[in-house]
């Protein structure tokens, strides 16, 4: 069975579900979530995607991100996403939205009205490897100053989300 996503217009109200590689082809805005973990000591949990991802494989992003399912409340997804590929699940607090539109590898656009998820936790992932290939804690200051250096080396929703002003701890 192919996955379908939820496309949105520019106020995130819902508009239709088309599967997830053809709206990744035709650049078509849907509704997608990037969570941020934090551990007390400020650092960020990135993951490596897996190499075999549709796309951005192998680059670093942030904690967890994926699409919602028809019917599915946008947070209850986040949960069920950060269990699946992180194996672990903690509080999350939305932290806001933004649009964005990239043409990524393999000729696919990433158009998403994006939510953004904050949450702490202390402990170690146990990563599905269909999924996340690596993993690291990050102060985001060191985060900021490797993508400036090495750009080709994270997610472009990354880098947007990071210039989000007032949303991460740490700067």
Same mark, same amino acid.
């Given at each position: 069975?192919?996955?379908? &996503?939820?496309l949105v217009d520019e106020n995130d109200r819902e &508009?239709?579900?088309?599967?997830?590689?053809?709206?990744?082809?035709?650049?078509?805005?849907?509704?997608?979530?990037?969570?941020? &973990?934090?551990n007390t000591k400020g650092e960020l949990m990135l993951q490596k995607r897996a190499v075999k991802k549709y796309h951005s494989g192998g680059l670093w992003s942030n904690t967890c991100c994926s699409h919602p399912?028809?019917?599915?409340?946008?947070?209850?997804?986040?949960?069920?996403?950060?269990?699946?590929?992180?194996?672990?699940?903690?509080?999350?607090?939305?932290?806001?939205?933004? &649009?964005y539109n990239a043409e990524l590898d393999n000729g696919l656009i990433e158009h998403e009205f994006d939510h953004l998820y904050i949450g702490f936790h202390d402990g170690m992932?146990?990563?599905?490897?269909?999924?996340a290939q690596g993993w690291k804690w990050i102060k985001p200051a060191a985060l900021r100053k490797d993508i400036a250096s090495h750009p080709e080396n994270y997610t472009y929703w990354l880098k947007e989300a990071l210039k989000k002003p007032g949303k991460f701890p740490g700067g």
């Open positions: 069975m192919q996955e379908k &996503i939820i &508009i239709g579900l088309e599967e997830k590689l053809a709206a990744h082809r035709n650049g078509k805005l849907h509704r997608a979530f990037s969570i941020f &973990i934090f399912r028809a019917g599915e409340e946008t947070a209850a997804a986040a949960h069920r996403r950060l269990q699946e590929e992180m194996g672990f699940d903690c509080g999350l607090e939305h932290a806001g939205s933004f &649009i992932p146990n990563l599905n490897l269909k999924e």
